[in-house]
Nanobody, 120 residues
């Protein structure tokens, strides 16, 4: 039974930085960070495959956020720089054990509990 543990998040001022951490208790094909604002759909923010360095970013976070992973620790990171108020959301870690190439919410069967990020 795959489980995820998220940490990080919190509050920051606009232009500041935060880092999210997600640890999974086993191997996964790919991992991703999603975020959701109350009343809106959950969107993929960034994703990374475990077997290569391919990464995905949604346009609004390119050049500001960096996703990375440490396979030896089964851990994924999301470094968020130059934060904006519109980055405020609940951020979720998600993992997928299949070699899929799309980044829809329905592609990811296992989810973390979510961590709040607030930018003011």
């Amino acid at each position: 039974h795959v489980q995820l543990v998220e940490s990080g998040g919190g509050s920051a001022q606009a232009g500041g930085s935060l880092r999210l951490v997600c640890t999974v208790n086993g191997y996964t094909y790919r991992m991703a960070w999603f975020r959701q604002v109350l009343g809106k759909e959950r969107e993929a923010v960034a994703g990374i495959y475990s077997r290569n360095d391919y990464t995905y970013y949604t346009d609004s976070v390119k050049d500001r956020f960096t996703i990375s992973r440490d396979n030896t620790k089964n851990t994924m990171y999301l470094q968020m720089n130059s934060l904006k108020p519109e980055d405020t959301a609940t951020y979720y870690c998600a993992v997928d054990g299949r070699p899929r190439i799309t980044w829809a919410e329905s592609d990811f069967p296992v989810w973390g509990q979510g961590t709040q990020v607030t930018v003011s």
